[in-house]
């Protein structure tokens, strides 16, 4: 659910609130900051807007070209979530790692590395699960390969991987292999 928080600005929050059937975000009006971070720790889709700029925040709209139709701020507070929403989608985050999909690189510590999809396809499957991923699982999940092909293809880029993540970032645990599989660290490494 998208939570619209307008902030210090009642007469706003009445307009919108007498029309808000319509909207596909909740309306809520806040006046106290304490209040404000609490409301916000348990949101996770939220924008907060206002006619002033009280914080530094991110998801903070400051509402201050007016006059202004409701269909157009209608309009701009719409445009504001999805661009939350692409924002949020986009990123992944691993430990101490954070992976863009839109520009597929992975970001720790101000360093950045480019990885193809496979890679990244690779990763992020690791990482969804709490057990060692074997060669087979892999080649059926992230290349779509039939198990009875002899390949080396997962080797070969857990190989690539691993030595990506030792140049770039000097971690040589992130990818761990065993017995039954592969899997991503659980711990932090640095």
């Known amino acids: 659910m998208q ?15 007498e029309i808000d059937f ?10 106290n ?20 700029k009280y914080f530094n925040l991110s998801n903070f709209i400051v509402l201050n070209n007016l006059p202004i139709s409701i269909l157009k701020l209608i309009e701009k507070i719409n445009i504001e979530f999805l661009r ?15 992976i863009d999909l839109n520009s597929r690189e992975i970001i720790a510590f101000n360093k950045r590395v480019k990885l193809t999809e496979k890679e990244i396809n690779t990763i992020i499957y690791l990482s969804k699960t709490d057990k060692p991923v074997d060669s087979d ?14 390949t080396h293809t997962v080797e070969t880029h857990i190989y690539r991987l691993r030595k990506k993540f030792l140049n770039t970032f000097n971690d040589n645990k992130f990818i761990i292999s065993g017995k039954n599989g592969y899997q991503i660290n659980k711990k932090p490494t640095f």
Request: charged share 25%; no cysteine.
């Open 3 to 17: 939570n619209l928080l307008i902030y210090k600005y009642n007469s706003l929050y009445q307009i919108l609130k």
């Open 22 to 31: 319509d909207f596909n975000f909740k309306v809520n009006f806040i006046d």
């Open 33 to 52: 900051e304490n209040f404000l971070n609490e409301k916000i720790i348990n949101l996770d889709n939220y924008l907060i807007l206002s006619n002033k």
């Open 84 to 98: 939350l929403q692409f924002s949020n989608q986009s990123e992944v985050k691993i430990n101490d790692y954070t």
């Open 137 to 150: 699982e892999l080649q059926k999940k992230v290349w779509s390969y039939k198990t009875d092909i002899e």
